[in-house]
Structure formats: structure tokens, C-alpha cells
């Protein structure tokens, strides 16, 4: 089955840039999906195909996605972008939907 | 607006069953996949089954396979998924969820709409 890794956490201060890694083999030829969650609530879709931002999110987020590794940045990182993010596609070959293990990302 | 809102959950011993259901609002419910994906205590998120628009089709984590059933009624807009010889490794919250952008296959990318979740607890 397909396998999406992500590293388990990411400190960064505020202001700064936070790059969250999602590898997988030959992640470039799938559509990537993020997805941020917050302690006690739902994941929330923050960015799709790669790099589609869904209405209200805001332009500080985007993504990459090239042969085997996916990239969620947040920019100008808040307070409030702490929580954990997941990436997720859908594999062909199996007709399954796999997420990565998730990164929590802290703002120091 | 979009509501997805679940039911049903709780404690029980394993070997035992339980159905989820989880009631739609706000959108068109016949023309969307719907999809259960689950989180253990402190984990990361797993898919456990989507269903197709029509309830024609449907796919399971090979954990569940067997063993849970995932079923649509487009008439109540309610998505259900049932579960039966539940293990203590299926305790988590389950949420349902939205499936969009869908591919040439018709299949969807991902999960645009998600509920609040429901805690099942599995143990004696």
C-alpha cells in the first residue's frame, strides 16, 4: 500500500517560513492534500491539488509537489497556525485514500 | 451551509457492534461520495471507507474489511457505517466527511466538509 511520511514536528518562530515535508514514491505524479487540525476539532482543508487554496484561507499558505516529496509553507507563521498538519492523496493502485502520520507544528 | 453531523457512538466491549450514522445538511447528498476516517487516541488520521454517490460502490481499509459496512441513504441524507467483531485498536473518533475534486475516474481527491466526530470506545 502507498505510504506518505511526514516528520512527526516542526518548531518555528513567529514571522518566520515553516515547510512541511510529505514524501512519498513518486508523490509528484499525484494530487496532494493538506490538511490542518487544531486540538478537539475537525481537520480543516487548507490546501488542494497541491496548491489550491479553498475560500478563507489565507494566501500564506501554499504548496509544492514534485517527484517524491510535497511541501505545505506557511509563511509569516502565527500563533495561531500551531496545530498538527496531515497530507493526503488518493492512490490509483489501490482506489484507497492514504494521509501521512502528521507533523505538529509549534510556534516558539 | 455545509453541516455533517454524527451519531451513535460509545462504549462497547469487543467482540461488540455498533452503528455510526451521520446526517448531512446544506448540500446536494445524493451527488457526493461520503467517506468515514478515523483517529485513535492521540494518532493520525486513517481513512476507513468511502461510498459512491449512488451507493454502488465501495472501498475499505483492509483493517475493516469484513467487518465494518459503510451504506448511504440518499432519502435521509445520512451516511452509516456500521460495525461489528469491534477490537480494542478500533477505539478513536470517527468523523465523516465530504469527498470533492473529483478525478477523471470520478473518484474524489479529497475532503472538503468534515463533522465534529464521534468517540467509540472499544473495551471490556
Known amino acids: 500500500s502507498y505510504v506518505l511520511t511526514q516528520p512527526p514536528s516542526l518548531s518555528e518562530a513567529p514571522g518566520k517560513t515553516a515547510s512541511i515535508t510529505c514524501e512519498g514514491n513518486d508523490i509528484g505524479s499525484k494530487g496532494v492534500h493538506w490538511y490542518q487540525q487544531k486540538p478537539g476539532q475537525a481537520p480543516l482543508l487548507v490546501i488542494s491539488?497541491?496548491?489550491d487554496r479553498p475560500s478563507g484561507i489565507p494566501e500564506r499558505f501554499s504548496g509544492f509537489n514534485s517527484e517524491n516529496t510535497a511541501t505545505l509553507t506557511i509563511s509569516r507563521v502565527e500563533a495561531g497556525d500551531e496545530a498538527d498538519y496531515y497530507c493526503?492523496?488518493?492512490?490509483?493502485?489501490?482506489?484507497?485514500?492514504?494521509f501521512g502520520g502528521g507533523t505538529k507544528l509549534t510556534i516558539v | 451551509e455545509v453541516q455533517l453531523v454524527e451519531s451513535g457512538g460509545g462504549l462497547v466491549q469487543p467482540g461488540g457492534s455498533l452503528r455510526l450514522s451521520c446526517a448531512a445538511s446544506?448540500?446536494?447528498?445524493?451527488?457526493?461520495?461520503m467517506t468515514w476516517v478515523r483517529q485513535a487516541p492521540g494518532k493520525g488520521l486513517e481513512w476507513v471507507a468511502s461510498?459512491?454517490?449512488?451507493?454502488?460502490?465501495?472501498y475499505y481499509v483492509d483493517s475493516v474489511k469484513g467487518r465494518f459496512t459503510i451504506s448511504k441513504d440518499n432519502a435521509k441524507n445520512s451516511v452509516y457505517l456500521q460495525m461489528s467483531s469491534l477490537r480494542a485498536e478500533d477505539t478513536a473518533v470517527y468523523y465523516c466527511?465530504?469527498?470533492?475534486?473529483?478525478?477523471?475516474?470520478?473518484?474524489?481527491?479529497?475532503?472538503?466538509?468534515w463533522g465534529q466526530g464521534i468517540l467509540v470506545t472499544v473495551s471490556s
Open positions: 491539488f497541491d496548491n
Open positions: 466527511a465530504r469527498g470533492e475534486g473529483y478525478n477523471y475516474e470520478s473518484f474524489p481527491s479529497y475532503f472538503d466538509s
Open positions: 461510498i459512491k454517490q449512488d451507493g454502488s460502490e465501495k
Open positions: 446544506g448540500f446536494f447528498f445524493s451527488s457526493y461520495w
Open positions: 493526503q492523496v488518493w492512490d490509483r493502485s489501490s482506489g484507497h485514500w492514504v
